[in-house]
């Protein structure tokens, strides 16, 4: 049956405030410090004239001007340094991981109290020896000292998420985002997903279909819940036909209500798909699977060749997929609390797993022995530990790689290095485990 109404929906980003934070936070902390730093002083000069500093006005000056000069260098040089850091990052392991990093809010909150130190530290000069006073107000001069201390600190730590850019601790973090949306996406081991009634879905008459307009957006999450009670109440079964991850296009289909008795409004189905300009973490485990595998097939490049990085990502693409293995994936299918199926949810199968986190390494890794017996080791160790259910697949992998190896070895020698399971790729095989 065609489809009974073919409705547009222009689909808002919900990332945009990422790349407003950069700019918004550095200039909250200026208007601030500006607003407080115009009202403060005169405050407290005309009510608390009695609060002076001992410390004599030419060394305050001095003060205030070593901190107001030394900490707008700081900042530039500061910053220019993680700019080129992040930059050199993008290029080295993936420009999508470290953007991660660059919005991290210690930094947008760093440059904001570097700013206000300078900015509170100059402004306080103006009321040091106010009217040939010869006094240097206190509260204001402790001020500018507890702004200094406040911007080691966010130099501190500043200096620790730079060095979160090492290439292990981007592995770690990049696994430990996936190991989070495998622990709020899929079942705990054990308990069983209900199936998808294909028959009874497809039997139902199309009565709306939704499609995106307006530029490219990337599905970052599905509001389950909401789409559940939006079928519920019109008596439907609501098809998402975009998956988390899928980057929408003008006119591409977005979902699909069967059977239900009167039309859903679009802006509600809309507001129950989270979209933005790239991929999250959120309801997407593939993602974090990705950027591993990016790290480890640009290590693979021959500008870099670097198999030990690879080695690397594969041990925590290995940690993802045993977690992934021990749980059922089969999760499209929602039913509300009658137990009647209203939404039905692409995900990825456990094949689709599988051909993301080794494909393409295994292409790029092929002529490397330590990431074949990496490689191997993985898929024994899985096919050792996994349920029965996965095995069959990781015997095909298995087989695969063996055919890899025999392409890309002609030596008997070296094939017979390649095929061995070795968990650090050049470390103890399996050969010697025994020794």
Not at 59 to 72: C, E, N, Y
Not at 133 to 143: D, F, K, Q, R
Not at 182 to 188: R, V, W
Request: hydrophobic letters at 50%; charged letters at 20%.
């Amino acid at each position: 049956m065609p489809d009974a109404a073919n409705t547009s929906y222009r689909l808002k980003p919900s990332d945009h405030h990422w790349h407003k934070l950069t700019w918004v936070t550095p200039l909250a902390y200026t208007t601030v410090t500006f607003l407080f730093g115009m009202v403060f002083p005169r405050l407290e000069h005309h009510y608390l004239p009695e609060l002076v500093s001992t410390i004599s006005v030419s060394s305050a000056m001095a003060i205030g001007s070593a901190v107001a000069s030394g900490m707008i260098a700081l900042t530039g040089i500061v910053f220019s340094l993680a700019f080129v850091m992040v930059q050199f990052s993008a290029t080295a392991y993936s420009p999508r991981l470290v953007l991660w990093v660059a919005r991290d809010p210690v930094v947008s909150h760093a440059m904001g109290v570097f700013i206000a130190t300078f900015l509170y530290a100059l402004m306080l000069m103006a009321w040091i020896d106010r009217d040939a006073s010869g006094h240097v107000p206190l509260i204001s001069g402790w001020l500018v000292i507890g702004l200094l201390a406040a911007s080691m600190a966010m130099f501190i730590a500043l200096i620790e998420r730079i060095g979160s850019l090492q290439v292990n601790r981007m592995l770690i973090f990049t696994g430990n985002q996936g190991r989070k949306a495998i622990k709020e996406l899929y079942p705990s081991e054990g308990l069983r997903a209900a199936r998808v009634e294909t028959e009874v879905v497809e039997r139902r008459p199309v009565t709306q279909t939704l499609v995106h307009a307006g530029r490219p957006l990337v599905i970052q999450a599905v509001d389950i819940g909401a789409l559940v009670a939006q079928a519920r109440q019109a008596d439907a079964v609501i098809e998402m036909l975009s998956a988390v991850g899928d980057t929408v296009l003008e006119l591409t289909p977005l979902l699909r209500v069967r059977g239900a008795r009167q039309p859903l409004a679009e802006r509600a189905l809309a507001e129950c798909i989270e979209a933005g300009d790239e991929r999250t973490f959120r309801q997407d485990p593939k993602y974090a699977i990705r950027l591993l595998v990016d790290i480890a097939i640009k290590a693979l490049s021959p500008a870099v060749n670097d198999p030990t990085t690879a080695v690397q990502a594969l041990d925590q693409i290995e940690d993802l997929l045993l977690r992934l293995g021990r749980r059922d994936l089969d999760i499209r299918a929602f039913h509300d609390d009658a137990g009647r199926l209203r939404l039905v949810v692409p995900f990825p199968t456990w094949d689709d797993f599988l051909l993301l986190a080794l494909d393409e390494i295994r292409a790029y890794g092929a002529s490397s022995v330590q990431v074949m017996r990496r490689m191997m080791a993985l898929i024994k160790n899985l096919t050792e530990v996994l349920p029965a259910g996965r095995t069959a697949a990781l015997e095909r992998w298995g087989r695969r790689l063996q055919s890899t190896i025999a392409r890309s070895f002609a030596d008997l020698d070296e094939k017979k290095d390649a095929s061995v399971a070795d968990r650090q790729g050049l470390g103890i095989g399996e050969d010697h485990s025994a020794d």
